[in-house]
């Protein structure tokens, strides 16, 4: 039976409002994906670009079929592995989606997230849901209903605790030689080869089509307000560290300003987000990001470094 907060956000989903929700990547800004002005809203709310699609998130793999037109088997074997969990995936799209949440494109980004408060909602809503990180567009994606609520105030938010994994989910699409990884994430290339027996490669970012595929494929993205660096070993003793904050894995006694971070992949992760709106608030001329590294996947690691190579860009095409 679902609680009380989850059957009135359902309610007023229905109705054709927008609630943010917990999922184990990010909190999401949630509404009815067949209601036309219920998408608009999410996207006035977040003042996200309208090239910019959303994922589509759902209950469980039947659901899935319903807002795909095709559903391969490549799909069916993706599903089946690690939903719930953070893979989206990207297929073409049923008549029922509009057109406003795939950027006008022909394809759909699909996915089933991995939190019990998600999931009922999406269950009791009887719909799937858009589900784009519950921020103003471009910034740092929220981890705690507290994130949530500092943007957006008169928000309904259900509060489901920090997310487990904290960075967004890993997208994919087919192509005729196998699989794309059009966004890294938690799961890895090798993770997707397993499970399919395809050959899963990193898509390219230079030259992005005219119509976007999946979200987080911008140059800027994930930003925090304080102009953002990471340096390389040596780089940063040429950093005013009495004017930075630095995020560094070692507690270094002369560095006056740093939030100390994980060494393990996962529990960077899941500390990054956090640890950047942490940063931002101290109002100082830099974030300094130490590049990262420790033990854990190679993927996970991989996804962190594309997290903070967009959040460290100075424009939306990346220009320095």
């Not at 943007?151 to 605790?161: E, I, K, S």
Request: charged letters at 20%.
């Amino acid at each position: 039976m679902p609680s009380q907060d989850v059957i009135s956000a359902a309610e007023e989903l229905r109705n054709g409002g927008v609630v943010a929700f917990p999922t184990e990547t990010v909190y999401g800004l949630g509404a009815d994906v067949t209601n036309h002005a219920a998408v608009l809203r999410v996207f006035a709310l977040k003042g996200r670009p309208a090239h910019n699609p959303l994922i589509v998130h759902v209950a469980d793999e039947s659901m899935a079929t319903t807002v795909a037109g095709h559903w391969p088997e490549a799909a069916k074997a993706l599903a089946r592995s690690f939903w719930p969990g953070p893979l989206s995936i990207v297929v073409e799209k049923a008549e029922l989606i509009p057109p406003v949440v795939t950027a006008g494109g022909s394809t759909v980004c699909v996915r089933c997230p991995l939190h019990p408060t998600a999931l009922a909602l999406i269950e009791e809503t009887a719909r799937p849901l858009v589900g784009p990180s519950a921020n103003p567009s471009g910034g740092v994606s929220p981890t705690t209903a507290a994130h949530v609520r500092s943007a957006f105030p008169d928000l309904t938010v259900l509060d489901g605790g920090p997310c487990q994994i904290g960075i967004e989910s890993t997208v994919v699409r087919f192509t005729d030689d196998g699989i794309e990884i059009l966004r890294p994430g938690a799961i890895c290339a090798e993770n997707i080869e397993q499970a399919t027996g395809l050959k899963a490669t990193l898509f390219s970012h230079k030259g992005l089509e005219r119509t976007l595929q999946s979200p987080g494929l911008l140059s800027k993205h994930y930003a925090p307000t304080t102009r953002t660096r990471i340096v390389f070993g040596d780089e940063l003793l040429t950093v005013d560290l009495n004017r930075a904050v630095v995020l560094t894995q070692f507690d270094d006694p002369d560095i006056p300003h740093k939030i100390v971070m994980p060494t393990d992949a996962h529990g960077y992760a899941a500390r990054l987000y956090d640890a950047l709106r942490s940063a931002d608030e101290l109002q100082v001329d830099e974030i300094i990001i130490v590049a990262p590294t420790g033990d854990g996947p190679p993927g996970v690691w991989l996804a962190i470094a594309d997290r903070i190579s967009r959040a460290s860009a100075t424009d939306e095409n990346g220009e320095p």
